[in-house]
């Protein structure tokens, strides 16, 4: 599957972006797809996850409350709905897929195999 990430861009602190990773191939309903990012002069971390099929979702405590990731399979894509942004989000946003990550291993970003390129989300204090 390749990985096309999209939608970001610079923000004030409290507004809002969606991030859109666009997946050509098999379904994404049949991924499990996360969302990573990586700060200047930090390690990419998790962001959040959706598994396939069900659609359970996990999130980092960073985000929960504030971001969603949700998926639209007619349209093959997974999005990032990230509300009430923090100058602290500013990042490269990475999309991952795998297809035989179990629910457990959806955190771990060495699990995924596939990757898009990074979208930059920047918020403004």
């Known amino acids: 599957v390749q990985l096309q990430a999209s939608g970001g861009g610079v923000v004030q602190a409290g507004g809002s972006l969606r991030l859109s990773c666009a997946a050509s191939g098999r379904s994404v309903r049949t991924y499990a797809m996360g969302w990573f990012r990586q700060a200047p002069g930090k390690e990419r971390e998790f962001v959040a996850a959706i598994h396939r099929m069900g659609g359970s979702t996990v999130y980092a405590d960073s985000v929960k409350g504030r971001f969603a990731i949700s998926r639209d399979n007619a349209k093959n894509t997974v999005y990032l709905q990230m509300n009430s942004l923090k100058p602290e989000d500013t990042a490269v946003y990475y999309c991952?897929?795998?297809?035989?990550?179990?629910?457990?291993?959806?955190?771990?970003?060495?699990?995924?195999?596939?990757w898009g390129q990074g979208t930059l989300v920047t918020v403004s204090s």
């Open positions: 991952a897929a795998d297809a035989y990550l179990n629910y457990s291993s959806l955190r771990t970003q060495s699990e995924y195999d596939y």
